[in-house]
């Protein structure tokens, strides 16, 4: 069974917040929107398109994801691979 999470909002600090699925909803995607359990974003996908949508106050954003770590064990042998 699949559980769907509910994300604090960063403009009402409501736990309103929802994934938004992007692409050709079905009908499952349909129900689970009346539910509440996620937003349908539309059929075109955009890069710079918003990841999740509060329910309470309609403000969408995208998640800032951390940059990967770099990791100083591998710097020495990327190094003599690049020389």
């Known amino acids: 069974m ?11 600090k409501q736990k309103t917040g929802v994934k938004i699925l992007y692409g050709m909803p079905s009908h499952e995607a349909f129900e689970l929107e009346s539910q509440g359990l996620l937003a349908l974003g539309g059929c075109c996908i955009d890069i710079n398109d ?34």
Request: a positive charge; hydrophobic letters at 25%.
């Open 50 to 83: 918003p990841e999740r949508k509060c329910l309470h106050c309609g403000h969408e954003w995208q998640i800032k994801h951390k940059p990967p770590k770099f990791d100083l064990k591998l710097a020495p042998q990327y190094l003599q691979t690049k020389g």
């Open 2 to 12: 699949v559980t769907y999470r509910k994300y604090l909002c960063p403009v009402c």
